[in-house]
């Protein structure tokens, strides 16, 4: 196969840290307030205003609070299972690497008594209707590392006695939610905003304020500082929104709001979900006349439109030793490395053979679709070197 010769005008497809938004340069954060406290009247007002913005982008309801944590993701998700179970019965799902590891925070770290554990293999979804009204929740909105997302909260009771612990990070801004089965939302910039890594955010309903105060004090195991959002049994106005625990890094908070602003501009989240859409929509084009691949969602419901995850079907490949597989996957991902048409898109270690494509809001259409033509070739010279090897 001949080899294309446009190449990508941003080669960006990693899963996280994810593409920066288009346009994009380091004078973005030219006013960002370095070298002052984020405890100033300044840092407390940019503070609020990524708050602020994050709320307006995504249509939060206005007695839902949001603010930023320590850990990324993980420390947001942690934070909220640290601080709110316990009192009841926990369901927890997972199909994919990071949503089995709440499970393992929650039987080995935390030693809650009742745990109800429902997974999935990669690619699939588990029985979500197991999920008791009666019982806390916990799952992962989008499994980064499968390409599986939720197709919506049918699943979850209006009327639900328990809380819902949601880890959306690759999913929130690009993905349409229904805040009203959603008590706790966690995240972080550096997936569909593709803002700088480490910092989380986590979005509380009133459900998951009351709990979060009436649990402070009963909680069993050490809470760490970074885990103590309620102080005293309350968490104060502003105490998540501004007053952080950790120091944050300003430079990432500019950041933030320059993604913001662009996501405001585009149309808001309804933007952004198009974009994604788009994305997904140029690669479901190509898998149908690809021939040599396909999703690793096990059906087109519950495919998800950010980190988009494929197995390798040719037979060339299917007919290798388990362990020259991956060898083969990287010979593919590398040539397109070395060409600089895309990196850093191999799948995840712990994940199936094959690979990850990210195709949240800040990657463009007309990039995914000259990438999908580079796939294709490299593709094509990784099989034909195999046959070579094969033929002698």
Known sequence: M??????????????????????????????????RSHRSKEGKARLNEVSERMKRVLGLPADYRIGVVAGSDTGAVEAAMWTMLGSRPVDMFGWESFGKGWMTDAVKQLKLPKVNEYKADYGKLPDLKKANPAHDIIFT?????????????DWISPNREGITICDATSGVFAMEMDYSKLDVITFSWQKVLGGEAAHGVIILSPRAVKRMEENEPKVSWPLPKIFRIASEGKLKPGELEYSTINTPSMLCVEDAIDALKWAESIGGLKGLVQRSNANLAALEKWVEKAGWIDFLAESKEIRSNTSVCFKITADWFKNLPDEEKAKAAKKITSLLDKEGVAYDINSYAKAPVGIRIWCGATVEASDVEILTKWLDWAHAEVSASYAKEAAK
């Open 2 to 35: 001949q080899k294309p010769t446009q190449k990508t005008k941003c080669p960006n497809f990693s899963s996280g840290p994810c593409a920066k938004r288009p346009g994009w340069t380091v004078q973005a954060l030219a006013n960002a307030l370095v070298g």
């Open 141 to 153: 909105w989008n499994g980064t590392t499968s390409g599986v997302k939720v197709p919506n909260l």
